[in-house]
């Protein structure tokens, strides 16, 4: 499929991607999934990334590569964020069913990368259901912003952003956190 005409079964979304080397600007080719639709297949291992612009994680508002397609193994990404809460994918998807859900603010770690946001989920929180079970990999962080731990200068917010659960070191939730004087 080309970058000039795509169908009209296919759109292109813009995303942010952090991997533990790199961050990666470019878009991403989505069907009526989504983008948690693509990420979540597991039918495929890797994906495309178009009119890719990369950047070193130490440097990371310094373009140094542009490439009209990349790939990537979606094992090794960290962290896509998005523009809009809309190219994540239809709601169905997002949280596997409809039921009414609750926010859980949360402090996500792993590598490079702390990250706070919403985690939306159904009924009490439960770290291993979120962590170990279904097959999605990755779960979607609203109103979320990212922090490079050794480069603090790297930041990132979005209104969406879809973290890997494999690649996960740490999870806090927010309302359990103590003041550091204690």
Excluded at 24 to 52: C, Q, R, W, Y
């Amino acid at each position: 499929m080309s970058l000039a005409n795509p169908s009209r079964t296919h759109r292109f979304v813009p995303v942010d991607i952090l991997t533990t080397s790199y961050r990666v600007v470019g878009k991403m080719m989505v069907s009526n999934t989504g983008i948690i639709g693509l990420l979540n297949n597991p039918n495929t291992s890797f994906m495309e990334i178009h009119d890719a612009r990369l950047a070193r994680i130490h440097m990371p508002t310094k373009l140094a590569d542009h490439f009209e397609v990349i790939r990537l193994a979606k094992t090794h990404l960290l962290i896509v964020s998005l523009n809009r809460r809309d190219d994540i994918g239809p709601q169905s998807l997002v949280r596997g069913g409809y039921a009414t859900t609750k926010q859980y603010e949360v402090l996500v770690t792993m590598q490079n990368y702390e990250t706070e946001g919403s985690i939306e989920w159904q009924g009490r929180f439960d770290f291993r259901v979120l962590m170990a079970e279904g097959t999605r990999d990755f779960i979607p962080l609203y109103n979320a912003k990212v922090t490079g731990i050794l480069i603090p200068t790297l930041k990132i917010q979005s209104s969406v952003m879809l973290f890997n659960r494999t690649q996960v070191d740490l999870l806090g939730l927010l309302n359990q956190r103590k003041d550091a004087e204690e």
